[in-house]
């Protein structure tokens, strides 16, 4: 019933009060880009969730290390990663506004953005594993860096992979594949990317913050 | 001038609660009421990502439900195995 009045009657629609669309978003009461993507990022929560349960063990055998561990880290690196991958969050988040829009020019410059924060956070990411490396800190100094290094590489290499989709659907974008139209594809790109930077927004305080 | 949306004032929190964090980091010594504190925050940055940058606010409902309890329990478990610490080192003891 409510899809007849939608399609009879195109009235504007404000998704995240980012901007009007004639009908309603593609993620309105249905699963954002399609079901496959949702498999990926439950079983990517589910092993980022595994290194949190062997954090906790390893954290109330060895408190020490973990008291210790965060203060000899680098949390300036810790800290603009973090602004780095809710910046680039935001940016994915307008390039679904401005493709629901219909201003593919504009959603393109924001996964412009997304993908040079994604390279950011890489290159922020291996001055901070060289800055580590000089002040005598490796993977088995301790249990804590073993879990830091372990925990970080593998979000690490996340970013990486991301970093590609995003590159996906630039190029997507620019052949007019994706449009106003056609842009679940997009959406499910959108949703691995935000899975990607909620995983950080635990990291970061349990490693750099928490003691 | 150009009004601010909602994505652009979930950004602005979201750097203001994660400088705030990077100020706990620097300067705060380990407490009990530090980790509630940045307990809540991990699950209040979570559920903004969630509803407003994943847009899951009127999504399916499962999955939508899903990812905030994401956000309810590893923030409860973290604030609980650092309260718990001890007994948790003494029932993984391998005797």
């Not at chain 1, 401005?98 to 390279?119: E, K």
């Amino acid at each position: 019933m409510t899809n007849t009045v939608t399609e009879s009657t195109p009235r504007p629609f404000f998704i995240n009060g980012a901007g009007a669309v004639a009908s309603e978003p593609e993620s309105i009461r249905k699963i954002p880009g399609n079901s496959a993507v949702w498999v990926g990022i439950f079983a990517e929560l589910t092993e980022f969730a595994m290194f949190f349960v062997i954090y906790f063990f390893a954290k109330a055998h060895y408190p020490e290390q973990f008291e210790q561990g965060p203060t000899q880290l680098n949390t300036l690196a810790g800290t603009l990663n973090t602004a780095v991958l809710i910046s680039s969050s935001y940016f994915v988040a307008k390039a679904m506004a401005s493709i629901r829009d219909n201003r593919p020019q504009d959603c393109v410059r924001w996964l412009w953005g997304t993908l040079a924060a994604g390279a950011l956070y890489l290159v922020i990411k291996g001055v901070e594993y060289q800055w580590n490396a000089q002040h005598g800190i490796h993977s088995d100094s301790n249990y804590f860096y073993t879990v830091y290094y372990y925990m970080t590489f593998n979000h690490l290499l996340h970013v990486g992979w991301a970093s590609g989709s995003i590159l996906w659907a630039i190029m997507r974008v620019k052949q007019g594949v994706y449009t106003v139209d056609n842009h679940s594809p997009l959406t499910a790109i959108a949703s691995y990317w935000h899975m990607i930077d909620l995983a950080w927004i635990i990291i970061f305080p349990m490693l750099y913050v928490l003691r | 001038m150009k009004k601010l949306t909602k994505l652009d004032l979930t950004w602005l929190v979201l750097m203001v609660i994660t400088l705030l964090n990077a100020l706990v980091a620097e300067t705060a010594d380990p407490h009990i009421l530090i980790t509630a504190i940045v307990c809540l925050s991990i699950a209040y940055k979570g559920r903004l990502v969630i509803d407003d940058f994943m847009e899951l606010l009127n999504a399916n409902r499962t999955i939508r439900t899903l990812m905030r309890s994401y956000f309810y329990i590893i923030p409860v478990l973290i604030f609980v195995t650092d309260l718990f610490a001890e007994q948790l080192a003494a029932i993984s003891t391998m005797s």
